[in-house]
């Protein structure tokens, strides 16, 4: 232990009192512990053709699988500008002297994710969807002084996981259940189970398995009305499309950011979006960094971070989250991407994907006779179908011939039901590979 650490003096006696010695604190991590027969080192240029033999070994695929990350087209100039090394270098901007560029890159970030989500403020940043739900549950519950949450049973199971995980121990989970019929939520059980324990109810709009939900004002009001606080996820992408969360009565709205500008960069990292409505009683208590826009003494423009809450530096136990990272630059990248394509090319991108989702459910439907999709209802990007054997079979059949298949939704009730996604990326030949192969592969079981 380093000598300036200032519980040193007191190792012997914190040591006596758990009834352990320094080994003891490490027996767990042993087993972890493994001896590795590392090779003789190599030369610069040994190791390169070394990694660009690992390298080949890669394939392109066309993909068909998302549920919340996707391959959407990132335009070159914001690779160009988050290149840069003072966004590329820079971490948190704690000196606002000295990091203007990164700050106001930050506020109209939030500003144009705030317009996007029709709320009046967002934060910068969280680190994924699933984050920035959890979090919303935690600021409810500050807000609400209630400790039980609602969730769809049709949740992501990824973002369910990191829900529970996050907030387990701090606040109670209960859900509600959808229509098995159209995917749509229940509203008579919403109704039944919601009341004066409740902090927040979260609904998703497209839901996680692809239908637009029909009653969102509906519920919002019901959830009013128990007292509670209204929480949105989005896809953000749909939004050129579909009203935003703000103009159905959202009180906070999440989603993720990665498909504004971001490459999927194998899983992460991603981009938790969060805004909420202009209540400060709302704004006290949101997660993360606020950026705002001040004026010097002389009236020179500037920005500074306003709220910063968190429990690196600021409030610590009385901080409102334990975020610390901003996820900068993926919000950078996000705020370019906006500014690029404007309100127009957002609603063009929206077009495109509804039309290839659309043209490609068609086809499975009619040409190869499939399920698809299972519910009866309207949808934007993600759709299920339904295949006569396992998904596992299908996918990997579907791989063999260079194409990534859906998510297997069995771990959530629907065996044999597989989620495909398609993005602004795909055009007409790559749904019709799509479609031949999957014929390929159902003649050949």
């Known amino acids: 232990m380093h000598p300036f650490l200032p519980n040193l003096p007191k190792k012997k006696e914190m040591l006596k009192y758990i009834g352990k010695d320094m080994n ?4 767990r991590v042993k087993e972890f512990i493994v001896d590795i027969d590392l090779p003789e080192p190599l030369s610069e240029m040994e190791v390169l053709r070394k990694l660009d033999g690992i390298l080949e070994k890669n394939k392109e695929l066309r993909l068909f699988c998302g549920g919340g990350v996707y391959k959407s087209y990132v335009p070159a100039v914001v690779d160009e500008i988050v290149s840069r090394s003072e966004f590329y270098t820079s971490y948190t ?3 606002p002297e000295i990091s203007q560029g990164l700050l106001q890159s930050l506020f109209e970030y939030q500003s144009m994710i705030a317009e996007l989500l029709g709320m009046e403020v967002a934060n910068s940043s969280m680190y994924d969807w699933g984050t920035s739900i959890a979090e919303a549950m935690l600021m409810a519950s500050r807000v609400t002084r209630r400790r039980r949450v609602l969730l769809p049973e049709n949740i992501s199971p ?3 996981a990191v829900v529970e995980t996050y907030i387990s121990g701090k606040l109670k989970i209960d859900e509600y259940s959808y229509s098995r019929e159209t995917g749509q939520a229940n509203i008579e059980e919403i109704s039944e189970k919601i009341g004066e324990d409740v902090a927040a109810l979260y609904v998703e709009n497209p839901t996680f398995l692809g239908p637009i939900e029909e009653r969102v004002e509906e519920i919002g009001e019901i959830v009013h009305k128990a007292g509670a606080l209204y929480v949105v996820g989005v896809d953000l992408l749909s939004l050129g499309l579909l ?3 703000g103009d159905y009565g959202a009180d906070i ?3 993720e950011g990665q498909p504004l500008g971001n490459h999927m960069n194998f899983g992460g990292p991603l981009l938790g979006v969060f805004a909420c409505r202009g209540d400060m009683k709302l704004i006290r208590n949101m997660p993360g960094r606020l950026i705002g826009m001040t004026e010097s003494k002389s009236g020179v423009r500037g920005f500074v971070m306003t709220l910063q809450t968190r429990e690196q530096h600021i409030r610590r136990e009385k901080a409102t989250s334990n975020i610390c990272s901003n996820e900068a630059l993926c919000a950078l990248a996000t705020a370019v991407y906006l500014s690029l394509i404007g309100p127009k090319g957002l609603k063009r991108i929206g077009e495109r994907i509804l039309s290839n989702s659309i043209y490609l459910r068609r086809k499975i439907n009619r040409e190869l006779g499939l399920d698809s999709p299972i519910f009866n209802s309207k949808h934007f990007r993600d759709f299920t179908v339904k295949y006569p054997v396992e998904v596992s079979k299908i996918n990997e059949l579907l791989l063999e011939r260079g194409i990534q ?3 297997d939704l069995e771990a959530i009730g629907l065996n044999r039901v597989s989620l495909l996604s ?5 055009n ?7 479609l031949s192969s999957l014929r390929e592969v159902l003649e050949a079981i």
């Open 405 to 407: 298949g859906g998510i």
């Open 243 to 245: 009203r935003s969360p």
């Open 253 to 255: 709205a999440v989603g």
């Open 428 to 434: 007409k030949e790559d749904l019709d590979f799509f």
């Open 158 to 160: 990824e973002r369910r």
């Open 93 to 95: 901007p704690y000196q």
């Open 422 to 426: 398609v993005s602004e990326t795909h």
């Open 24 to 27: 003891d604190l490490y027996d």
